[in-house]
């Protein structure tokens, strides 16, 4: 696949027969969902910006038949996304509080001295690391976000990870014990490139935990506002032992976690170790066969199964709309911006949402142009309902957010169905 610019040149030309498989190179790829064209999801307006044009990308999730990788063209490079970016981790309590076990669980078992984190943002996870005594270094190319690891005392380097960093990376600080990716693998259309820089920085006998979410899960419980132009693929266990054995690195086991609506662990350590594979690897991978992910029967209602979310929102918003009811949003994460535009709700449905990361207050959801306040808004405008946008912080977002009952206001999640709590 060449490229001119950002965008494959098979895709410039109209040329969709041309496109191929970014892990196996097969030319067998079949339609999931297309949610049309949309803005990247993390370009929030500023006021000055209301009045200009806005580029917006084809957002189509297809899937491969030979490898069951599913994936969209890459049609926005990270450079273009992650240069300055407005995800900051450390704004959500429970994803902290996770980063945390994990980090404990790993020094205590594994016994580290070394650990890389890559795509560390603002040192949510390695901080916990400093606290344990652990050398580490983040890598993060994010110029924003690695500045605020810094801060918190975490070494940070400013860079996109690659084979010949993986290389500088261990010649300058030694091979990493650990290795962790969360929430990056789905990030980068160079699957075999980045495995093989993840490869470059374990030991020889290290671990490489990655965390990605679960394609079985989004397809199950119709999470397709996780589809945004950040991701460019969507693993199955099956999917993701096979792009992590193109790296030189060998999945030995798995663990279900319910982060992000349904996420995998994925271990993995140097192939050439010839690791014991846990039977879980196994069972995992019966499941998503059970489900039909790895034959084009499983795909075949996602996409209806969409349309009806998108039908019982609307419906909800429209008849609050005529009842004089006033609803509000909650959060202004990625997988938001794909449901408002998808769904193709503006300020006449949703007045505003809300977000506790300050860098997004004062500037307008891409695409829908839905204006963003901090959080103390909601208290003092006291609407009937909230739209959560971040549906899967359920948990602590119920907790967070239990002040609206105090004057009869109800609060709204869309997925995997609507349901007014």
Not at 202 to 211: L, M, P, Q, Y
Not at 247 to 252: D, M, P, Q, S
Not at 357 to 366: C, D, L, W
Not at 408 to 421: A, H, N, Q, R, T
Request: glycine share 8%; with cysteine.
């Amino acid at each position: 696949m060449t490229v001119r610019g950002n965008v494959p040149s098979e895709l410039a030309t109209g040329d969709l027969t041309a496109i191929t498989c970014r892990l196996c190179g097969s030319s067998g790829l079949s339609s999931v969902v297309d949610l049309g064209a949309t803005p990247p999801c993390e370009r929030f307006l500023t006021a000055a910006q209301l009045d200009q044009p806005e580029m917006t990308y084809p957002l189509h999730l297809r899937v491969c038949t030979s490898c069951w990788l599913a994936q969209i063209p890459p049609l926005i490079s990270p450079e273009d996304t992650f240069t300055e970016y407005a995800y900051f981790s450390s704004y959500s309590s429970s994803w902290v509080e996770h980063a945390k076990a994990f980090v404990n669980d790993v020094v205590d078992r594994l016994r580290p001295e070394f650990v890389v984190e890559v795509a560390s943002n603002d040192g949510y996870l390695l901080r916990h690391v400093v606290d344990r005594g652990v050398r580490c270094l983040g890598v993060e190319p994010s110029a924003n976000v690695g500045a605020a690891a810094r801060e918190r005392g975490v070494d940070t380097l400013t860079e996109f990870l690659s084979p010949e960093l993986g290389a500088r990376v261990r010649a300058e600080h030694g091979p990493a014990d650990v290795v962790v990716a969360n929430n990056v693998y789905a990030h980068i259309p160079d699957v075999l490139g980045f495995t093989q820089g993840l490869r470059a920085l374990v030991a020889d006998d290290g671990w490489v935990s990655i965390e990605v979410q679960h394609l079985l899960t989004l397809m199950e419980l119709n999470q397709y506002d996780t589809i945004y132009h950040e991701h460019f693929q969507y693993y199955s266990v099956a999917s993701a032992r096979r792009a992590l054995a193109a790296g030189g690195l060998a999945l030995v086991d798995v663990e279900l976690l319910p982060t992000h609506g349904g996420s995998l662990r994925l271990w993995a350590r140097p192939a050439e170790l010839s690791a014991a594979v846990s039977a879980r690897v196994g069972e995992v991978i019966a499941r998503e066969e059970a489900a039909g992910l790895l034959d084009i029967s499983g795909y075949g209602q996602f996409a209806a199964r969409v349309a009806g979310v998108r039908r019982d929102l609307l419906a909800f918003l429209v008849q609050a709309a005529a009842e004089g009811r006033t609803v509000v949003g909650y959060g202004a994460p990625g997988k938001g911006n794909t449901l408002l535009n998808h769904c193709g709700i503006r300020p006449d449905l949703l007045a505003y949402t809300v977000d506790r990361n300050p860098y997004k207050h004062g500037r307008f959801t891409p695409g829908t142009r839905v204006p963003i306040f901090p959080p103390e808004r909601i208290a003092a405008d006291r609407p009937d309902y909230v739209l959560v946008l971040p549906w899967n912080l359920k948990t602590e977002l119920l907790d967070q957010l239990s002040y609206v009952r105090d004057w009869g206001g109800k609060l709204v999640f869309p997925i995997p169905s609507l349901e007014i709590v």
